[in-house]
């Protein structure tokens, strides 16, 4: 079955180049040049992943992103013209799993939907423990559906989100560093900040309130085994 991937973008040239190598690729895929129109799209059908453009008219990219997060987990590729690292960060905050900066090249971009496909399914080659359900403290997360449960209720949780907790609690009270955590979830070849952690933690702990994950600090991370060592 082919992976469906939606692009948005509002320049043809740029929209048409990107659809013609995903296509050749063997991508199903959908195109808009708008926010709302490809938001449209969502009531027929759901895709396997988005490109999509920030610059876009009308509602931009970001307040795209923002709603694909609350009704979906799928893959974020944002593509834009502003190469400053605030938009990365922010657009990496809000979601999205990659982000390219224009112009780039189309082998570029196919490569990184390749790896992110390749990824979505298996957080980490490092993952030694194959069991498909996880428990620490009120922590339960289920690899087969990809489901994260704190305190007894189901949390939305993003692809990367996902990735960094099963990486970090099938690994307890081993100390990551961000490069390497950076390369674990975003892959060897991501040129962007390790920010991009950081900024991962946090949204982590907004939403499970209480996670035991420890600040090691000038190095990383790690997901303490007892609570109240935490505490």
Not at 43 to 49: A, G, H, L, V
Not at 77 to 83: F, G, L, M, N
Not at 87 to 103: A, C, H, N, R, V
Not at 183 to 194: K, M, P
Request: charged share 35%; with cysteine; glycine share 6%.
């Amino acid at each position: 079955m082919k992976n469906k991937i939606f692009v948005v973008e509002d320049d043809p040239n740029i929209r048409d180049i990107v659809v013609a190598y995903l296509k050749k690729e063997g991508y199903e895929v959908q195109m808009a040049d708008n926010a709302e129109d490809a938001w449209e799209m969502t009531n027929k059908e759901q895709p396997d992943m988005w490109v999509l453009d920030i610059m876009l008219p009308g509602m931009d990219g970001y307040e795209l992103c923002k709603k694909i997060r609350q009704i979906s987990e799928v893959p974020i590729i944002i593509i834009s013209a502003k190469d400053d690292e605030v938009d990365k960060i922010l657009g990496l905050e809000l979601g999205s799993d990659d982000y390219l900066t224009k112009p780039f090249s189309p082998r570029e971009l196919v490569a990184r939907v390749k790896r992110i496909f390749k990824r979505v399914d298996v957080s980490s080659n490092s993952v030694t423990d194959t069991s498909h359900e996880v428990k620490l403290g009120d922590l339960t997360i289920n690899t087969d559906d990809r489901r994260v449960f704190w305190e007894g209720k189901e949390v939305e949780v993003t692809a990367k989100e996902f990735d960094m907790l099963n990486i970090l609690i099938r690994n307890q009270n081993r100390a990551f560093a961000r490069d390497e955590l950076l390369e674990l979830i975003w892959g060897e070849d991501y040129f962007g900040s390790d920010r991009a952690v950081d900024d991962l933690i946090k949204r982590l702990r907004k939403k499970l309130d209480g996670l035991p994950v420890e600040t090691v600090w000038g190095y990383g991370y790690r997901m303490r085994s007892h609570l109240e060592e935490n505490q």
